[in-house]
């Protein structure tokens, strides 16, 4: 993954099971544990393998990776 500014304005989106459960604009994040703190916090108690797409607006970039979910 390409480096993340505090500056930099990212769109990231949780899918869960093929269904959008999140979508979140942020800025002030330099990590991806932050971006993927922010889209847990939006559904809580969600398991099983989710997809996570990250798209810094700033810099050009997108990213897509499988996470699994669990308690």
Known sequence: MAKISLNDVIFATLTLRGAIKATVRLSGIDTFPQ?????????????????????????GWNYRSQVFLSA
């Open 35 to 59: 971006i993927l703190a922010k889209l847990l916090a939006c559904v809580p108690g969600s398991r099983g393998m989710a997809t996570v797409e990250v798209r810094n607006s700033s810099q």
